[in-house]
């Protein structure tokens, strides 16, 4: 990945970076997405696509002052997502302490103008087994992030600044968690039971309602693929009766998944 750097003189590496969603469409001086250097342990933000800047430090803190973009000390960015309402979510693990937190950056905000490029800080010490947490994800419909550790799948409802996290997916025994993705644009339909009437079934949209769960067997050393219904967006909920998961399989160790109109 080439980039053209405006006001940095030393190199980077950059292990993650995100563009902001088309719709709605960025206006000038919007940010256009950010990147996490690694070497510098600091963000960089992508201008709007029609500026004449280039990827660029953050010129500005969040509103309180405590959320620093260009200086995050022992913090490492271990996931960039997508949030609601234009916004991203930042994963940050702090390689001293062990304690996770997620950063909220408002990509309508003009870092060269406006204080509040940073808007939330959740600190997730109050989720179980977030230190063994190796996969994570997020979408534009819900404040949830999910994050999965080597035989569960967590959701933390980010609604308080110390959110709580409950267990949502485990994998069989002998079977272990190598990925997860949320599916946020896909046609067709998944069949989950009626609330309303029991015994029977009920459509929901696919869109925003799948989450895939990517599993390896060391012992067989078979991977899949299980399509986990995301019951009601906001809550987290993944429906736990596996009569109404999807598997698809057997294949080898699953390094990457995609589908039709994700990003």
């Given amino acids: 990945m080439g980039m053209l750097l405006e006001d ?11 563009y902001r969603p ?24 992508f201008p709007h696509f029609r500026s004449e800047d280039n990827l660029h430090i953050f010129r500005n803190t969040s509103a309180d002052g405590k959320q620093d973009p260009n200086q ?8 960039i997502g997508y949030g609601p309402n234009v ?20 990509m309508n905000a003009d870092d060269k103008n406006r204080p509040d490029v940073i808007t939330g ?39 308080a600044s110390h959110p709580q996290a ?28 009626n609330t309303d009437k029991s015994g029977e079934l009920t459509d929901l949209g696919a869109s925003n309602h799948m989450m895939l769960v990517m599993t390896y067997n060391e012992t067989t050393r ?4 299980i399509v986990v219904p995301i019951l009601s967006l906001g809550t987290g ?13 057997p294949f080898g160790r699953i390094l990457k998944t995609t589908c039709y109109h994700t990003r």
């Avoid at 940095?8 to 995100?18: E, G, I, K, N």
């Avoid at 999910?146 to 799948?153: F, G, L, M, R, S």
Wanted: glycine share 8%; charged share 25%; with cysteine.
């Fill in 8 to 18: 940095l003189t030393d190199d980077y590496y950059v292990t993650h970076y995100l």
């Fill in 22 to 45: 088309y719709n709605p469409y960025p206006g000038e001086g919007d940010l256009f997405g950010i990147a996490y250097d690694q070497k510098h342990r600091r963000f960089l933000a």
């Fill in 72 to 79: 995050l000390g022992n913090k490492e960015c271990i996931y």
């Fill in 87 to 106: 916004t991203m979510y930042a994963v940050l693990k702090d390689s001293g302490t062990g304690l996770h937190e997620i950063w909220t950056f408002n």
């Fill in 121 to 159: 800080c959740y600190i997730l010490d109050g989720c179980p087994d977030i230190e063994k947490a190796h996969k994570f994800q997020s979408q534009a419909m819900e404040e949830v992030m999910y994050y999965a550790t080597d035989d569960k799948v967590y959701a933390v409802l980010l609604t």
């Fill in 166 to 193: 409950l267990p949502k997916y485990e994998v069989n025994p002998g079977e272990k968690i190598t990925g997860i993705q949320v599916v946020e644009y896909c046609e067709g339909k998944l069949e989950i039971p």
């Fill in 222 to 225: 078979e991977g899949k693929v």
């Fill in 237 to 249: 909920d993944l429906i736990q009766d596996k009569a109404y998961h999807r598997e698809y399989g």
